[in-house]
């Protein structure tokens, strides 16, 4: 058997916020801002994990409007949802991300992002794919008020 989940997320581009995008922090003069380290690719990928299995959204476990979660590791969360699949009897068998941003330029970090996720669910990393885009400087994006990510999972049962 097999299951897909499809994630999405975006947050809003601040001073004084550190930017971290899968679990890897690059240097810019702003970061995302959110009740947690507001990681968009990792909160997608988490999106995505939990919506092929029917099991809600990240919001549902970790709630912005719960103090415990201020400031929280994105890639934390990750091994949390992570853990609900396995014990559910899934496994990823592939993602593909994208990543919308104007700013800064993406590609060296990719390698990087591909390997804290694959480290943090325990695969390999090319079951992996993370692209980044621009939004050709059109909307909130394009004018880098935020950054946004999206997720397609493939999970596949392994009982």
């Known amino acids: 058997m097999i299951r ?51 099991l809600g959204d990240i919001g549902h476990y970790f709630p912005p409007t719960d103090p415990q979660w201020a400031g929280a590791d994105s890639i934390k969360l990750l091994k949390e949802v992570y853990q609900l699949v396995l014990q559910r009897g899934w496994t990823v068998v592939n993602m593909d991300n994208v990543i919308v941003a104007e700013r800064p330029k993406l590609k060296a970090h990719l390698p990087a992002m ?17 692209k980044a885009t621009t939004n050709e400087k059109l909307d909130a994006i394009g004018r880098e008020e935020a950054i946004c990510a999206y997720t397609v999972v493939l999970l596949e049962s392994v009982s």
Do not use: P
Not at 114 to 130: E, F, G, K, V, Y
């Open 4 to 54: 897909i989940g499809n994630g999405y997320d975006l947050h809003r581009l601040v001073e004084g916020r550190k930017l971290i995008l899968g679990g890897v922090e690059i240097e810019h003069s702003l970061g995302l801002l959110g009740h947690s380290d507001a990681d968009v690719l990792t909160h997608s990928i988490m999106d995505a994990l939990l919506g092929a299995l029917s």
């Open 114 to 130: 591909i390997d804290s996720l694959a480290r943090a669910m325990n695969i390999n990393s090319d079951q992996i794919s993370i």
